[in-house]
């Protein structure tokens, strides 16, 4: 069970990596409105540049939280706990400006493996 807590902490960290760091400025077919951008998907949930970046750099501090913890435990639960949060809240954007429940459905599944990583 716990090379299956370590696999999920990496896929989500690396999942985190992919979305803020190499994907930032590119289309996909996740993005809030039909975003072509990570700028843009903010504007369209009504948040501004300063929470975009706020939000990007707690989810990248987050997820280097999961891949430290293997070497300092005691930061897993804050780490998972935060990315979940922070699921919920891209939800609850999706949510709010009405996109089709596909496009909620990566920060549903980084919800549930976050919600797992605790549980485990």
């Not at 843009?40 to 009504?46: M, N």
């Not at 948040?47 to 280097?64: C, D, H, S």
């Not at 070497?71 to 400006?97: D, R, T, V, Y």
């Amino acid at each position: 069970m716990e090379y299956f807590k370590i696999l999920l902490q990496v896929l989500v960290a690396s999942t985190i990596f992919n979305v803020w760091l190499l994907r930032f400025g590119k289309s996909t077919e996740y993005r809030g409105a039909n975003a072509n951008n990570m700028k843009k998907e903010f504007e369209a949930y009504g948040l501004n540049e300063t929470i975009m970046f706020l939000v990007g750099g707690l989810k990248v501090l987050f997820a280097v939280g999961l891949i430290i913890s293997y070497w300092i435990p005691e930061i897993l639960n804050i780490s998972a706990a935060g990315i979940a949060f922070l699921m919920l809240g891209a939800i609850g954007m999706h949510i709010k400006i009405k996109d089709e429940p596909k496009k909620s459905m990566p920060a549903f599944i980084m919800l549930i493996m976050s919600l797992t990583i605790l549980v485990l």
